[in-house]
């Protein structure tokens, strides 16, 4: 089967890194649409032997991009198309059914209480644009349970949403000693600190800012803060107002997140909101113990299937409490993978996913009469 996955940029986020590996683990033939700007997902998929197809397009009205990706999936002969991303699922859904191209299915990645993608769920006609948009496909995948049950209040009919998780690549991600070495005396961190990080976007909505001033009121520790974004300049000032400099360090966007992971002691997300919380389930697998404040993929398992982690209020002395529990806890040292994370491994959620494409591609085959089937 050939599947075109379209989405709306290539950097180092969630959603792009989802893409990367569902075309490496997926056993369809794949290439992938980008809608605006490459970014470091691209080269890694180019590295990867995937085709990129850089649409360029410049803005949510711009008709000469719609029209670019019209031709692409008509001249690529496509089988399905598979859309990531709010812009991606508007454009990537109307143009496969202008381009005539059999099936279409989205993930919904992005789906918040309050936020889609940084757009407040309340601006006027979002929802309305949203559910026609949906509309367009043929189906959706919810990449929890949480963001299901979203979907199902904004007005999708539950027989048009399946369940199917982010995945992560646990081998790769599994502790390794020299990797903690190697990423530590890159950074500049001591060998012997001990290291409390984060890894994400920079953006208001994720609360890095919480992370930081729960450092303030652990002395003795060094912050490792891994990604880049437009609230990176008020870290950089937040750190030096605290007088963390010396502590703190922000290493802007990374892709090696196996090496970052290992260099940390415990992981921290003070994000309130996540439709998955997949920066949490990579630093699970990594070993770590984990304090966050929401993680839909950790919140529908049993709590023995995640030990060491906990939830916690978005607040810096809770943070920092937090944090001091989950160092002393002897068996944090050991690195061991939680149990949930086989439930996500990128294997697994690939299989799930050509499982769907299959039941797309049969769906319109006409029933054999009755008395005409049977074995020659």
């Not at 399946?162 to 599994?174: F, I, K, Q, S, Y």
């Not at 963390?244 to 966007?253: C, Q, S």
Request: aromatic residues 2%.
């Amino acid at each position: 089967m050939r599947v075109l996955h379209v989405i709306t940029g290539l950097g180092a986020g969630g959603a792009e890194q989802q893409v990367r590996l569902l075309c490496r683990y997926s056993a369809a033939d794949s290439e992938v649409a980008v809608l605006t700007g490459r970014g470091v997902v691209a080269d890694g998929l180019v590295d990867d032997g995937v085709p990129v197809h850089a649409i360029g397009m410049r803005g949510n009205r711009d008709l000469r991009g719609l029209v670019r990706l019209v031709r692409l999936m008509r001249g690529g002969r496509f089988d399905l198309v598979h859309v990531h991303l709010f812009r991606a699922q508007v454009h990537g859904r109307l143009a496969a059914r202008l381009a005539g191209v059999p099936h279409v299915i989205a993930t919904e990645h992005s789906l918040g209480d309050r936020l889609l993608e940084g757009r407040p769920t309340g601006r006027p006609g979002l929802r309305a644009l949203y559910r026609a948009a949906e509309l367009l496909g043929d189906h959706t995948v919810a990449v929890s349970a949480t963001t299901a049950e979203r979907m199902r209040r904004w007005g999708v009919p539950a027989d048009r949403i399946t369940v199917v998780p982010n995945g992560v690549e646990a081998e790769r991600l599994a502790f390794r000693p020299d990797l903690r070495r190697s990423t530590r005396a890159e950074l500049g961190i001591p060998a012997d600190a001990r290291v409390v990080g984060t890894v994400g976007r920079l953006v208001p909505t994720k609360r890095v800012d919480a992370v930081v001033d729960a450092l303030a009121l652990l002395p003795e520790t060094v912050g490792l803060v891994v990604g880049t974004g437009p609230a990176e300049d008020e870290l950089r000032g937040q750190v030096a107002r605290l007088g963390l400099g010396g502590r703190v360090v922000l290493a802007g966007e990374r892709t090696d997140v196996p090496g970052v992971l290992a260099a940390m002691d415990v992981f921290v997300s003070a994000c309130p909101e996540e439709t998955y919380g997949l920066g949490v389930v990579e630093a699970v697998a990594a070993g770590l113990p984990v304090a966050y404040a929401a993680c839909p993929a950790l919140e529908e398992h049993p709590a023995d299937r995640a030990p060491r982690t906990r939830r916690v209020a978005v607040d810096a002395a809770a943070i920092a409490a937090a944090v001091t529990e989950l160092a002393a806890d002897p068996a944090a040292a050991a690195r061991e993978p939680a149990p949930v994370v086989e439930h996500y491994d990128i294997r697994r959620v690939a299989a799930r996913l050509d499982e769907e494409y299959a039941r797309l591609g049969r769906a319109d085959r006409p029933a054999v009469p009755a008395g005409e089937g049977g074995t020659r």
